[in-house]
């Protein structure tokens, strides 16, 4: 199973429960102007096949406009698009974590820069 390397995930923790983060990235996210594509609930997920999760959220955005002048310039890039993912975890210990990857890291990435 893939495991993301530590030194490039960024982790804060969040004094809120997960859905009140949740929503607060996503207020945050509009008023700068970016699109949220998607909101993946993986505990909801999780339990329409009768699997326990702890609230786990995974919120997909991006800014369109940036995308798209990507895509002109190489639209293979279109496989790292949108780049912008943030995970919103509760642990075992009851802690609620945000967690993301640096977005400027994962354009060049896709891009082909090292």
Not at 32 to 39: E, S, Y
Request: aromatic share 8%; charged share 15%; net charge positive.
């Amino acid at each position: 199973m893939a495991s993301a390397n530590p030194q490039s995930l960024t982790r804060i923790p969040s004094h809120y429960s997960v859905s009140i983060t949740v929503n607060r990235l996503k207020q945050a996210i509009v008023a700068k102007g970016a699109t949220i594509f998607a909101d993946i609930n993986f505990a909801h997920g999780a339990k329409l096949v009768g699997m326990p999760l702890r609230p786990t959220q995974l919120l997909i955005f991006g800014n369109p406009r940036l995308g798209t002048q990507l895509l002109e310039s190489r639209q293979t890039a279109g496989l790292y698009l949108p780049p912008m993912k943030i995970l919103v975890w509760r642990d075992a210990h009851g802690q609620v974590w945000v967690g993301y990857r640096n977005p400027q890291k994962m354009v060049q990435e896709s891009v082909g820069q090292p």
